[in-house]
């Protein structure tokens, strides 16, 4: 059975247009350079933001522009208290630090929860923003009410924004977790020990028929393209048909996560 992410992104999406109605809601996005892919992500943006009535500005930085630039642009969207989240596009031109520059967002502005106060939140499994990739995955599991307590979850990726902190998230649902990466040896025996296998590798059809059993909930974190411009999951389609239920690609937690981007906004701007 394939699953989708449609309906969710709309739950989300009424309880940010009301949150917006009573209080005051800003997000801004600092783009640099022309990626087109980033584009298509900011496009999704805003046309989130205008179906919620929320404040979206982009500020768009060319290519050569330098860390001390950025900094300050930053420290001004800090102080500006229309701005209640700020996202930093990645990734950047060579000679940008990205871990320096998302850090330099006041925390309490993090809207992808990945400013380092706000890990360390979710090690110590306080109340706060989450990455919003991996908040899709848990969402997508919860409604379609796929229990994910005591199950064996293996991610397969361990990237500051999806694979690690989703290993987090599991373990706080009582997940029992593996983590595979490059350097993982017998991947295909981890994978098929799983109850739920999420694939977040940036390969396209990384994920085979042989790799997943008839049991198994298979999430696809994947977006990837081919040379006629069709997007791919990290899933292979011949092993949804292997499965019990498998996430779709596209249309499943792609669509999620620009409505959890904003599910964070929401919290943010009702604590400012
Ligand atoms: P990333 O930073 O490139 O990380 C990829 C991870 O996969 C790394 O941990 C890497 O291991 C692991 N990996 C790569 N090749 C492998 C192999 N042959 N065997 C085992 N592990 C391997 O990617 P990401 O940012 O996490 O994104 C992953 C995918 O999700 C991409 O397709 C991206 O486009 C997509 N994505 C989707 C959304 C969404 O909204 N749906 C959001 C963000 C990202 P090492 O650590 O050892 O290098």
Redesign the pocket.
């Known amino acids: 059975m394939l699953i989708y992410g449609k309906d969710i992104r709309e739950q989300i999406k009424e309880r940010v247009r009301q949150t917006a109605i009573e209080v005051k809601m800003g997000l801004a996005i600092i783009r640099v350079g022309d990626d087109p892919s980033s584009l298509a992500y900011v496009r999704g943006i805003r046309k989130f933001a205008e179906e919620t009535g929320v404040k979206a500005e982009i500020v768009n930085l060319p290519d050569s522009v330098g860390e001390r630039e950025l900094l300050n642009t930053i420290g001004d969207l800090n102080n500006n208290s229309v701005i209640t989240g700020i996202m930093l596009q990645t990734p950047l031109p060579a000679g940008l630090n990205a871990s320096r520059l998302i850090n330099a967002i006041d925390f309490d502005k993090d809207v992808e929860g990945i400013h380092n106060y706000n890990l360390g939140k979710l090690i110590s499994k306080e109340e706060g923003v989450r990455p919003c ?1 991996p908040k ?1 995955v848990i969402s997508m599991l919860k409604a379609h009410d796929i229990p994910i307590e005591g199950q064996k979850v293996t991610i ?4 500051m ?3 690690s902190p989703l290993a987090l998230m599991m373990t706080a649902e009582n997940a029992t977790v593996t983590v ?5 040896r017998k ?1 295909k025996e981890e994978a098929l020990r799983a109850d739920i296998l999420v694939a ?4 396209r059809e ?1 994920v085979t028929a042989d790799m997943v059993h008839k049991d198994m909930v298979v999430i696809d ?4 393209f081919d040379e006629n411009g069709k997007m791919l999951g ?1 899933v292979h389609e011949e092993a949804w048909n292997h499965c019990r239920v498998a996430s779709a690609v596209p249309g499943g ?2 669509v999620i ?1 620009v409505a959890e981007l904003f599910d964070n906004l929401r919290i943010l701007s009702q604590k400012a």
């Open positions: 990739t899709a397969i990726g361990r990237s924004t999806v694979g595979c990466h490059t350097r993982t991947l977040a590798v940036g390969k990384f974190v994947g977006i990837n990290d937690i792609g996560t």
